[in-house]
């Protein structure tokens, strides 16, 4: 399971002009399922989401993490996240999950998230989405467990 996280002072996601998930300052989440993932993974791949430190403290250093900041996630449903690109000039997606099982650990990761209090706004899996953000930093870490 695969997070890129972006450190934000705001972002949102539109579908077919609506926006349908809107943050302040937190993370945006984008998240790629491979076949091998399970609801374990998902659970430690929040844990490292929630508990990573990037955000900082008063001396301006990356010392907090979301929870300790209180700020919010938009979780972003991205497959190509679980692309090979080693080869050739066009992606192969034969790593991904099934959509699915996809979908269902995504719906999990989020359910896991709310579970633990943090404000959480989402995409619509397999949609075609315009996500917008402002980058706070920039700061972009990819989280793989």
Known sequence: MIALIQRVLKASVTVSDKTI????????VLLGVEKEDDD???????????????FGDEND????????????LLV???????AD???????SFSGGASPAEAE????????????????TETGRFAAD???AL????????????
Request: a positive charge; glycine letters at 12%.
């Open 76 to 82: 972003v449903s991205q497959f190509t996240l679980a």
């Open 21 to 28: 998930g809107e943050i302040g300052p937190g993370l945006l």
């Open 61 to 72: 250093k990356m010392n907090l993490s979301l929870q300790q900041t209180g700020g919010s």
């Open 85 to 91: 690109t080693n080869k050739g000039m066009r992606p």
């Open 134 to 145: 402002v980058n706070d930093g920039p700061v972009t870490f990819w989280l793989q467990v």
């Open 40 to 54: 374990s993974k998902a659970s430690r791949l929040l844990d490292r989401v929630a508990g990573y430190r990037i």
């Open 129 to 131: 989405m315009q996500v």
């Open 104 to 119: 269902r650990l995504y719906e999990h990761f989020i359910q896991l998230s709310r579970d633990k209090g943090i404000v």
